[in-house]
């Protein structure tokens, strides 16, 4: 930057000292940036800056979640932890930018909460590209994954066991059934509430394992269910069931055809 000739020296020395001043206000906004980051990835995530961007990157993007899902990084929720550090970020810089001030009689052109804001951008920014090379990740597998599948070759990658089982059922029966599903698991929660989903859906219309089924049911579903042997009654008799006995098809005597 060239000085103008026709202002006065104290002007001019103003004019020369602007980009300099801006700077050195860069540097020591990067020192305080620089050293809260180091405060946090040493001190309370204990992790080094490439696992820390990889994790940002996985926890940042769940393919098979409905809405937004943030993970987690040191047991702590992503977003949290994002907070957290701006929170820290500007209690260093107002700590700065007051020392500079008092000692100085010199303080920063952007106040504290303008370089925040400037650095909680930038950091959102960067959470989202890595949200997005995630995103990117993940369809490239998945489109490898699929290729040249069938519907049914889908399922069985996607849900394995459970679609295999409730296809044999499906096979295995005549007519249309309504079954009892006897398990150890809390059907109440997840994951374990999203499998009931998956059989419901694909042993239906041959079998119904539906809740709040009052119909006389004729088949027992054992899933799960620890002696699974013991559970079944004297009247039923195993259909199908397969060699780790966690998937059990029975069916009562009388209604076999």
Not at 63 to 72: D, I, L, V, W
Not at 88 to 103: P, Q, W
Not at 179 to 191: F, S
Request: proline fraction near 5%; glycine fraction near 4%; aromatic fraction near 14%.
């Amino acid at each position: 930057m060239t000085c103008s000739m026709r202002s006065s020296p104290k002007a001019n020395n103003n004019q020369c000292d602007i980009p300099r001043g801006r700077v050195l206000s860069f540097l020591i906004i990067l020192g305080c940036f620089m050293a809260t980051f180091y405060f946090w990835q040493s001190q309370i995530l204990h992790t080094s800056l490439p696992d820390l961007l990889k994790q940002m990157k996985n926890e940042s993007y769940f393919p098979h979640y409905n809405g937004f899902y943030a993970g987690k990084i040191a047991g702590d929720n992503i977003l949290e932890l994002y907070y957290h550090f701006l929170l820290t970020f500007l209690v260093v810089t107002l700590f700065v930018h007051g020392i500079l001030s008092i000692k100085n009689k010199w303080k920063l052109p952007a106040s504290p909460l303008y370089i925040v804001t400037v650095v909680g951008l930038a950091g959102l920014f960067l959470m989202t590209g890595l949200q997005q090379v995630r995103r990117r990740e993940a369809w490239d597998k998945e489109a490898f994954l699929f290729e040249d599948k069938t519907v049914e070759q889908k399922n069985l990658l996607v849900f394995g066991q459970l679609y295999a089982f409730s296809r044999i059922c499906q096979q295995a029966l005549p007519g249309r059934h309504q079954a009892e599903l006897i398990t150890d698991l809390d059907l109440g929660k997840e994951p374990f509430m999203f499998a009931h989903r998956i059989l419901a859906y694909y042993l239906y219309p041959k079998l119904s394992i539906r809740f709040q089924n009052n119909h006389p049911k004729d088949c027992l579903i054992l899933f799960y269910k620890t002696n699974p042997l013991s559970a079944i009654p004297a009247d039923y008799r195993i259909l199908m069931a397969t060699e780790d006995q966690n998937y059990i098809l029975a069916i009562r005597k009388v209604s076999a055809r």
